[in-house]
């Protein structure tokens, strides 16, 4: 066993690079639990290979609770300042149980299988209806925005009860608050939309308690368990993120897994030639190029073996979820896209108590958007070389900033 804090951090900065993967082949083989800084200095700790991953996911003493972080690494994560808004922090991936169980045990009351699968004719009418407008563009489109991006915010913002003429402000504020910052002045922005978004989920709640609707906040509001209810700062930071988690992961989703067909032609054309292949291509998107880079933080609550590596008490661990899903020890020639795998073993949602509950969602949109997408226009391509396409930098998502395609 190796003791994590006698090798010096190696810098990652997330996101930003077309091809991360080689990174991740070297640290899985070399390093495979990893002392890391981010850009503006903050030290935590990186596991990359599968195995490593899922136990990690799983692992009791890596608590959610981010007032379980030492002093000497609470830099590192980010916490409300004086001008961020705290009441976006208390939801379900920043808890433990017993509260985590509680707080799931609500939120599951508005968020049930069958709310989910009742939206499946509105999500198709919403899609057909932007593909419908994308037939009138002319030149090349931004599928990310007039379409990755249009779909899934549509969708949450209806399921929540957020009104439509708010999209644009919502996107702004979700891009800020997912976007890594290395400078004062990029922390002044996450304040700044931290703050702006706190306020406007606080004034909708209050809304929707005075006039409630057939909504999941208005849901949320009245769920009990066991004469429990969500108090005026969980359903704020519930609300915060299922609106921001449910759109922004589903976004890159849609735009990553079309990115992957079109510079995969013949995986395009089976799909194109079964369509029944779009369930198992949804899990090779998720899997070949996720939305999501890494799982969200964690803290050692003493300290602990991972893959040989002793990460001390109250240190930050992050799960590479990217690495995971290109690990050969795992799958087969992990780094070929293949949308016949047949194996949705990924980790791309998580593992146990905090399996994701918006999966169920997240899957029939990309089903949908995709297998009609490709359906209306056969021909649809990428109007610019893939390595010219900027990729954000953002600790959680991996997503492209614009996705120029030619419809046909």
């Not at 939120?107 to 899609?127: A, C, D, N, Y």
């Amino acid at each position: 066993m190796t003791t994590a804090t006698s090798s010096k951090p190696e810098s990652i900065g997330f996101g930003g690079e077309p091809n991360p993967y080689a990174l991740y082949a070297r640290l899985r083989a070399q390093a495979p639990v990893s002392h890391m800084t981010l850009p503006d200095g903050g030290e935590f700790w990186l596991v990359t290979r599968f195995a490593d991953a899922k136990d990690a996911l799983t692992d009791e003493r890596l608590s959610k609770d981010p007032n379980r972080v030492a002093p000497q690494w609470r830099a590192t994560v980010a916490q409300p300042t004086d001008g961020e808004d705290a009441s976006l922090v208390r939801h379900l991936l920043n808890v433990d149980p017993p509260d985590h169980t509680r707080l799931r045990r609500l939120v599951h009351k508005g968020f049930t299988p069958r709310r989910i699968e009742s939206l499946r004719g509105r999500i198709q009418q919403i899609t057909d209806d932007l593909l419908d407008h994308m037939e009138g563009l002319e030149g090349p489109v931004d599928l990310l925005q007039e379409f990755a991006f249009r779909l899934p915010v549509t969708v949450i913002c209806e399921l929540l009860g957020v009104p439509l003429d708010d999209v644009d402000r919502i996107h702004e504020w979700s891009t800020a608050l997912s976007t890594l910052v290395a400078d004062e002045a990029g922390h002044a922005r996450v304040a700044d939309a931290s703050l702006q978004l706190g306020t406007y989920i606080a004034e909708l709640i209050e809304h929707k308690a005075e006039n409630p609707g057939d909504d999941l906040i208005s849901a949320l509001i009245e769920a009990r368990d066991d004469g429990q209810r969500l108090s005026h700062a969980e359903l704020t930071a519930m609300s915060f993120l299922i609106l921001v988690g449910g759109h922004e992961t589903t976004v890159h989703l849609i735009a990553n897994g079309m990115l992957a067909l079109m510079q995969h032609p013949d995986q395009m054309a089976l799909l194109q030639n079964d369509p029944s292949l779009i369930t198992g291509a949804v899990e090779e998107f998720l899997r070949y190029e996720g939305s999501v880079e890494v799982a969200t933080w964690r803290f050692a609550t003493e300290p602990i073996d991972v893959g040989g590596v002793l990460i001390p008490e109250g240190a930050p661990v992050l799960i590479s979820l990217a690495s995971a899903s290109r690990d050969p020890q795992r799958f087969e020639n992990p780094d070929t896209f293949d949308i016949t795998r047949g194996d949705s073993g990924h980790l791309v949602f998580g593992q146990g108590l905090h399996y994701c509950l918006g999966a169920p969602l997240a899957r029939m949109e990309g089903q949908i958007a995709v297998g009609s997408l490709v359906s209306r226009f056969p021909g649809i391509r990428l109007a610019a070389s893939a390595e010219l396409l900027r990729w954000r930098q953002g600790l959680l998502i991996r997503g492209l900033f614009e996705l120029p395609v030619h419809l046909s």
